[in-house]
């Protein structure tokens, strides 16, 4: 098992959450949708990778124009995502908890 990385996409900002191989939480914290912040997710990325082997999981909810500048970043720089339906989102999150 890889670690995870969850997003809940708002306007201008997503809270982040970082869940390693055991589904122990090691980060929870607020990433605002700007090139400083979208940097240190990226390094962050790659501290993963270079820890585990395998990139993480990277889900977040599809919010519409919300989660577009979230999915172009990913994109861009190649990283596997998945974009989940927000109803399925809320219903597996609940389920975490």
Same mark, same amino acid.
């Given at each position: $098992?890889?670690?995870?990385?969850?997003? +809940? &996409? #708002?306007?201008?900002? #997503?809270?982040? &959450?970082?869940?390693?191989?055991?589904?122990?939480?090691? @980060?929870?914290?607020?990433?605002?949708?700007?090139? &400083?912040? @979208?940097?240190?997710?990226?390094?962050? /990325?790659?501290? /993963?990778?270079?820890? +585990?082997?395998?990139?993480?999981? /990277?889900? @977040?909810?599809?919010?519409?124009?919300? #989660?577009?500048? &979230?999915?172009?970043?990913?994109? +861009?720089?190649?990283?596997?995502?998945?974009? $989940?339906?927000?109803?399925?989102?809320?219903?597996? $999150?609940? #389920? $975490?908890?």
């Amino acid at each position: $098992m890889k670690h995870v990385i969850a997003l +809940d &996409v #708002s306007k201008g900002k #997503s809270t982040i &959450v970082i869940y390693n191989r055991y589904k122990q939480c090691e @980060f929870e914290g607020v990433l605002d949708h700007t090139r &400083v912040d @979208f940097t240190q997710l990226y390094q962050c /990325i790659e501290e /993963i990778t270079a820890l +585990d082997g395998p990139a993480p999981e /990277i889900v @977040f909810e599809a919010t519409d124009v919300y #989660s577009k500048q &979230v999915e172009k970043f990913l994109r +861009d720089y190649g990283h596997t995502y998945c974009r $989940m339906n927000p109803i399925e989102a809320h219903l597996q $999150m609940a #389920s $975490m908890r």
